[in-house]
Structures are given as C-alpha cells and as structure tokens.
C-alpha cells in the first residue's frame, strides 16, 4: 500500500493546433451553442431554421392567431401609453423637438418585431443614452444655435450606433458586455440619475438660459445664479405633480396589486397638466409649453446624415458610448426575462436587432432606441425585485410599472400593435399634446429617476466587497462631478484593474491532510489539517502566465523557505514539493518556463518536484515545451493522496516513514 | 455508507475587513516578504537591520577585507575594460556626444555600490534605451540643429526616469514589470536588434546624412537614397571588424573555456582602430573618427535639467517608458542571479537604486543607466543558457562574455573598483580615444546586436504557444515598422487582452468518476470516468467574477442542457448539481450574484445545487451577501465524493441507486 498501483495521468497527444483553436473560439464567441438545435436536422429543414434563426418572425407568424392577439392588443395600447409621454419627456432631455421622441416609438417597434427575437421586450428611448448623447453632441454643436446642424449630428450618432451593434453583433462580441460589471452599472445609473434629476430643476423652476455642462457643480451654479428667473408657479405644478407620481410609486410598494395606477400615472400627468394649461392659460403665468407638435408620420431623414470630417469623431464617439451601454441594458433584459421563462436568448442577435432597428431609424426621423423592458406581474417582480431593479428603473417612466403577465403580450406582435398606436397617435393626437406643460415633463422625469439612486445596493456592496463599492463610486462620482463617459471609462478602468490582479496574484495555499481521510485541504482553512513530514504540497491558483510567473515562483520559494525555517532538527527537511494543479485551467510559456526554472532551483536545494492532476490544456503545453520530458512522466499523479504515498516511500528517512505509512494503511 | 459522517466545511466566521485587506496588500506589493529577517529581533537590532535593508552598504562594508578586494580589483578592471567601447558606442545610439557615455560609467556605479543590494550586478549604459531615447526626444529637438537644447532634453528624461523609478520602488510597484511577459521581450529584443544594426549601416557605409526616423522602411530609404556618400574604405574596415568580432563569438561557443577572447574583443577592435586610424590617417581616407574627447571628470549639469512646459511631455514619456524597459531588465537580471546563488534580491529596492542612481547621474553629465549582468562561469553559462540567453545580448557589447565566477566580484566594491578605473581614463586616458573609427563603433553595435534576433525561441513559441507568438511579433514587427514605443504597447496590449480573455473564459469541464477510486476527474481528459446517475459534477476555473458570470451562467446551463438531451428516459434526468470551486481563488458580487440567479433557475427545474469545497475568500463572501444562507449550509461539502453519497441518498429514484451505493461500499 505504501507504493500502491496508482491511477496513471492521461498523457494523450496534444490536440492539433486547429482543434485546441476551434475549441477555444467556440467558447469566446459561441458560449450559449446558438446552433445547436440545427445539428441533428435533415438539409432543408436546417435551411429553415437558419431563416427562422436570422429572421425570427418567421418563426412566430406560421403559428400566431386571433386568440393570442387579444393578449397583445392589451399590451400594446398599455405599452403606447406609457410611450407617449416618455418620448415627449426623453427628446427634450436630448435637447431635440419633442415630436421625434414621438416618431421614435413608431418605426423601431416595426423593425423588432422582424429581427427581435426576445418576446418579452418593448422597443423605446432611454434617459441616460438621451443626455449622453446631448451631452456628446452638444459639446461640439449648439442645440440652442444651430439646432438643424444638432439634430442631424444626433441622427448621425444614431446611425453610428446602429453600425456599431450590428458590427458587435455579427463579429460575436457580445463579451464586450461582460464587461460592465454589475459594480459599475449601479454606480453609472446613480450618478445619471442624480444629474438628470438636477437637469429637471430647469423645467421645474422655469429657468430659460441654462449650461450646458451635465456635471453637479456647474448646474447647481447655473441654477443659483439664475435666481431671479424662478418662477414660484412652476415650481408648484412641479411639486405637485412629483409628489402625485411619487405616491403611486408607494402605492405600488405597499399593495402590489395596485401596480397599474403607478403605469398609467405618467399618462395622467400629462392629460391632467394639458387641461391644466389650456384651460388655465398657464403660458401667461410663467408655466411653458410643449409648443406645437406637427400631425403626421416621420420624415425621412436620410439625406440629413451629416458625414462631414469635422463632426466625424464626435458623432462616432457618441456612437460607440451610447451603443455599449444601450446594448447592455438590452441584453441584460433579453436574458433576465428569458431566464424566466427558461428560455435563452442569444445576447448577439438581439444586437443585431437593435442595429437594424438605430440604422433604420436614423433614415426616419428617430433617435436612439433599445429594448426595455415589458411584461412581468406583480408577484414575480417582488421576489425578483433584486435583478430587476436596476432594469426597471433604467427604463425610466415605466419604471415599477408592471403588466400582469397573464394579460401581456405573448408575441413580439404587441410591438406591431404598439407602433400602429403610435401611428394613430402621429396622425391624429400629436396636436393635442402640446399644452403639455415642460413642468410635468420635469416631474416624470425626476420620479423615475429618483428611483434609480441605489442606496440599498451600494450598502451592500460596501459591506460585501470594498474594491466592488470603489468601482461603483468612481462611476457615481464621475458622473456626477465630471461627465457620464468618463465616469464610466473610470470605473470599467478600475474594474479592469482589478481583473488584472486576480490574474497577478493567484491564490496559492499549503495543503495538509485532513485527518481520517484522503482529503487535503487549506492549511489556514482548516487548522486540524496536519502536515506530512518532508512533503510540501501546495495548491496553485489559475491561470499561470506571464504576469504572475515571477510572483508563483518567489511564492513557491517563500513557503519553502518558511517550511525550512520552522524546524531546527534536519530530519525535517523538505524533500518533496507537490504542486496541486486541479484549479489551473491554463499556462503560457512565461509559466512553462518558470515551472523548469523552479526545478532547477529545487534540484540544486535537493527537493524534487511533482505535478499533480494537471488538465488537458496545461499537461498538453507542458508536453510541447518538453517540461513532461524534463521531470519524467513519473512525477505526475492523479491525486495528491497518490504522491504522497510515492514520495513517502522514497524518502530518505525511511523508517519512521515506513511506520506512518502503515499506520496510514488502516486509516484509508 | 451511503450517508457516511461526513466531513464538515469550515464556517468560520468571515475575517475582518482590515485583516483581509492587510492580506491582499501583502501578496500584492510584498510577495517576497522583504521584512521576514527583521520580524523576531530585538529594538536596536531591528533598526540596525532596517538601515542596512535601506543602505547595503553597510551590510558588506563592514565585513570587507583585503583578500576578498583582489577578486573586486580584477573583476572591477575587466568591466571598465568593456564600459569603454559600449559607452563611447551607445552615447553614439543615443546622438549624444561620446564623452558622455564615459561619464555615465563613473558617477552610477558608486550610486549603486551605496544602495544596489545585488552583490552580482554592474551599471553601465544599454543599447536599446539608448536608441529609444534618442528616438523620443529627437521627435521634439533635433540633435543636428540643436545639439545644446537635445542634450539638457536626455538629462532631463533621464532624471524623470530616476524620479519614476524611486517611485515605483517606493510605492512597490515592481508588479508592474510582471506585464512584460516573455514573448513580448523576446519580440521587443529582435525588433530592437534590427532597427539599431540597420542604424549603423551609417557608421559601416560613412554616410553623412541620415534620417532621423528608426523604422525600417525609413532607414533602409535614407541608405538607398545616398547611394553616393557610400564610402567603400569605410566598409571594408567595418566589414573586417565585425568578421572579427563575430569570429571571437563562434569561438567562445565552440570552445567555452576561451570566453575571455570575446570578452576583450570590443577592447581589442578599439584599440587597433585607434592605432590604424592614428597611422593611416584614416579621416582623409572617408573614415570618420570619434573626434575630441575632453579630458576632466563629469561636469554638474543641475542647472541644465529643462522642465520647460514645451517639452515636458516629451522627456516625461521617455523618462517612463526607458525607465519601465531599463528596470524590467534590471529586475530580471537581479532576481536570475539572486537564484543561482539561492539568494533573494528585493526588485523594487533594487527600483529605489536605480532611480538614485538615474537622478544623481542627470546632475552629473550622465545619462540613462542600469543594471547590466556581470559575472558568471562559463560552464553554468552554457546549462542556464535560455534564461540568460536575452539578458545577455540585451546588454550590448558584454554580450556572451562572461567573466570566471571564481575570480569574479564578490561585493558591489568591484563597481567601485570601476568606477575609479573610469575616474583614471576621464583624467588622463579620454584624448587617447579621438582616433577611434565610428566604423568600429559600428561594428561592435551590430556584432552584439546581431545575436539578440532569437529565431530559436521564435519558433519555439510558436510551436508551443500560437498566441505567444502574436504577442511577440506584434513586439518584432511594430518595433522594426512603427516605432519601438508603439511596437512594446501593441505587444502589451495583446497580452493584457489574451490575460482578459483567459479571466472571461474560465475553463469549466464536467467531472467523471474514476473506476475503483474515489476521483473525480475531466471526462474529456479520462474517457474512462464515468458520470454518477441523477448528478452533475461540474468543476469551475476561476476567478467568477463580472467579467465571466454570464459565461458561466450560460455554460452551466448548457452543460444541463446537454446532459438531459443525451437521455430520453425520465429517470435519467439530473436531480442534483454540484460545483466543484476547490480551484476558484476569488469571486466578487456579481459573481456572487450569478450564484444566487443559477440557483433560482435551478429551482425552477427541479435541480438541487450544491457547492463542493470553496476556499476560504470564496466562502466568505458567499456568507457576507447571504448565499450560504440562501442554499443551506447542509448544501456545502468538503469534497466530491461525501456531496455524490448524499446526493444518491436522497434521489428520487432510490431503488437503483441504492444498489449502486451497495457496490460502492466494496469499492471504497
């Protein structure tokens, strides 16, 4: 039993090149196996799945019917509802005439329901994309001087995005989005809502000139240096209207049930705030207007994309900012909701969708749109309310607004329904919104936003984990105080940092064995874990590559020397270091190498070094650089239990040894 | 047995916040715990040991002695003997004047005798910071036009150098220089190594005029384009001297014992073109000479230190790029010797001495210095040949000389030694080197230069490593084509995204039981692993955290997928998961998070989830954000097997299970 017929390491052949390399691109870009439905299939029904694949509609329009349309009418007009006065609120928040938010809850909804393949997820504008892009664009043509030139640079930057995803898309770069982290996303949607909030003072207090920089400081400035343009009636409208909204936001916390009155409450406001100004002749009491909003369908706008060098970067870069955190919120969506109904979602096609749909509606007269969320009842929304929080709120007026999932839609057709509504909207209401007063904008706004300042969370991550609340603060700080790009790029920095020491300094520990067992565990972990005499078996951490070859190597050698400085008499020498690699999942040639260095300096202190369970990638690199040669295939084992017997047998002190090990005998 | 007493995870309670963070902080910037010695001695000793951790010298000073000053006199003399041909060469590199690279040799290497720690190390003046830093600061200043304002700019970069690397010493930083992986060097090396040869197709030609870019397509146009200043007496000298030193390095590889020929060829190809430039009036002959050498130590150049905010970007960036390249080398070459004599070197104090050693220099005349390698045996010159192989060439002119390790510099005197022996040849020996030929200057550059192209280890890694090898020639091909700063952070960057990519995609892989042990292993590794009814064992790479929890979600459930795709027959339908995250290091909240969410779709489809064996940063946090809670502490388990027995105990199908646990009782 002393040297038992161990289990042997598999030393396969190395896969070739193209195999190892398919097999790796497989899981960087095809992690959810989106073809795998399509393996097993006869020739012509894999074409059609490909087309259904590509082109879902025609993988739900063979089998819809009228009964599953009563379904989707529903949520249709509850979605439109709910459209309307979020477009309005949304395109002044972009600083662009509110008729296209109205314009951009028509056409995108059309063109999702063609390539979407989500069925849980409605098609709008979003807040934080919308003062991104005032912001971006803004910066380098003045809404206020040149409003044609804005809008065109906003189309442009919608069409960049649309570009962008699509690119995304195809290239299966959805791991992009891994990205953004959960840390960051928190902290990024506090520090928007606390400016969006700010932006709002504007609308509430009635000010006309305002900056139009988005960073606390400099609003808060403008603000209060402007006081002589408060108007004391606007504020009141305001007040009340947020104090309405917000109260149904509270309804809905205490009796779930009630959750329509806080989805149809940002509808009320602006029905209520129209009467409200037509009939009370608010203009002329310092309360503004919408302002005329023209019948009819969108415009094309094609021609007016703007390609001109001088705007290029800024309308690129808008592009790209706002098409990764659309995009992420998206597929944040699109998998959360298909977890629910245990169905999965391919994040990349979706990104394709929301291309196509940008693309498209940067040719007609819309801005920057994704999905949000759609349907979800109240119950589910309560347990779940941890994940969905953070969407919920990011969609802004639909924000804890909750469609019961019985009565929601079934199909991606409540979009069809939704722009059809929207239409009829376009064609024959959008005059009658225009006693909207911009104060009840202000107020749907703020309540929404309010919401989105995750104290709770950000409680949790500093109780949890420092570094994780540190990459939420420097998104929330950097928006707040500087601007939303770079708070982000701050924060996905530190988070990238952080990636980059977990790979630096992975974790090694000492291994002892655990008594009565074949176990070996952390020695720190677990205290009544005992040593074996002249073996050192320590677990090493993953991956092992170049940026932490030196730090493994001098680790290694630390706890040697440790081991060695413990004990005085000379029988208890290190003579055997194990190395457990079970964990590490893969090796470069920094790593291969530091692994020969180590053995020669082991051989020249007269420790002979052992490999135990290393996997397919690393044993087949080890194999290549010839290390396997250099150590000898015997010096792998299976288990550390294994090694440990093997090195008892061999050690110098034999007798003592010979006697444990017997002892050990009737213990395994 | 079939619900053995099993061992128990340890639940104890999380560490604080402050011992955790001192923890991290340790393995982070002190993984070679510097302050080990110092730990269990009394006061007076512990400051006594501390001022010679700051200040070596006092360390070896005392136990100085004349029998061990005869090895530092010839080692000390044999250096200098080398110093004098590279520093005249690489001032050339650099476009400075000669005079300069001789001061460089005399005032750095009592810096480094006060506060270098490495007993084995000599500074001197290297080759591709040379070139680099001509190549940055010639961008701003040209050294034809301006050769005053170019010169104080070097100072000034050279000082900015010291001031980043005392910082990053202080700061410990040294973890910075493990990003430079292998491949990168290698690639940076052979790239460097073409671009300086094909520089000194200037020298070797007696071209005049020249191109002040260093990128191939550059140079070779400005060679070929002056085809008219082509000299042929010039080139066959050159020819001649490089035929010479390249002869002296085919010996030394045949014949080992003969390394000294090599070592003292540079000297030798100095000497005699001093003598045939002196005597066949070579300068008449189209054969260009050094020119006047200024006798007298260095001149203080305090005052000339230019922090003109025009230039300060420039001399800021050379200063941290050389100042990152001169002390990767430097670190690399203390920690490879260090190993030999099984004694540690601190790489960031090492940093600290640098950078005095770079400010002090940057007062005095002198420009970039660093640690070059000194001594060494041939014979342990040929075992240890790949690691030395590029710290070697890297040096320049030194390069394959080695100096016998028996006779070598025992102490850091031998750099006193050659800084007295530099002091001698600036007051009185400097005019004797007018004479020498830039042709044989030329030559000594291209002859070490040549042996830095490492086409071995090229195909070495890419044999072994395809990613390595992109990473390399993205270092070869963008130094020799860009620029040698472009071409290191095109390399860089590479390695950073590959080191991403490998925290984004951890490998996970289902675990089989091994016939007639209690293993689990790959089933993809050991075909003969069979999997265990009703149960999947899945084992996770590590670390889980933003970056890959939705991979790993995905991948979870696919692997589910997969498993009840396989088996039509209810029974066959997996009842139990279990993670095996004995090799997960860390985990952060979303992470955590992704954890909590599996387990919810879990539930959902009747699959119980259990965890097996997480370490101990790991399971503190899942106690910290309430998982341990959320799954039950009965759902944790010390090691697979216990998690398997409890599993089949309590599955559904209990009958044939049962009967299994039978069998297995005989097996275990």
Redesign the interface.
Known sequence: MANPSR?AV?F?APRG?ATA?KADCK??FF???PF?EMKHEKPLNKLKKTIQYFIPLFEWLPNYNLSLFRYDLLAGITITSLAIPQGISYAKLANIPPIYGLYSSFIPPFVYAIFGSSKHLAVGTVAACSLLLSETVGAKASPQDDPTLYLHLIFTATFFTGIFQTALGFLRLG?L????????ITGFMGGTAIIICLQQLKGMLGLIHFTTHTDVVSVLGAVFRRRNEWRWESAVVGIIFLAFLQFTRYLRQKRPKLFWVSAIAPMVVVVVGCLFAFFAHAEKHGIQIVGELKKGLNPPSIQYLNFDPQYLPVTVRAGLITGLIAMAEGIAIG?SFA?MK?E?TDGNKEMIAFGFMNIIGSFTSCYLTTGIYILLDATIYEE?S??FFLIFEFAGPFSKTAVNFNAGCRTAMSNVVMGFCMMLTLLFLAPLFRYTPLVALSAIIMSAMLGLINYDEMI??F??????FVICMAAFLGVSFISMDVGLMLSVGL??L??????????A?KLGK?PN???Y??T???PGSTPIQGVLVL?L???I???????IR??V??YI?EEQGVSDSKTEIIEHLLLDL?????I???G??TF??LR??LD??GIKLSIV?P???V?E?MT??KFTDAIGKESFY??IEDAVQNCRFSLHSSKTTMEESLNDQNVV
């Open positions: 289990q598999n396969a090149f390399f899981e960087t992690p959810d196996d795998h791991i989005v891994d990205f953004l982290s959960h840390s960051t998998r977890i245990s999965q779940y941890d994940i949790h991550l109780k949890v984990d420092k570094f994780d988070a990238l952080r990636a980059l020491l977990y790979v630096a300094r992975p974790a520990c655990i067992s074949s176990l565990r952390d720190e972990q677990y677990q951490g993953s991956p590559y170049f940026a932490n070859s030196t730090y001098e680790r050698l630390r020397k079970s964990g590490v999942s893969s470069d040639m920094t291969i190498e020969l260095e020669r300096i020249s202190k369970n996997r397919i990638e044993l690199k290549l650089a299976l288990s």
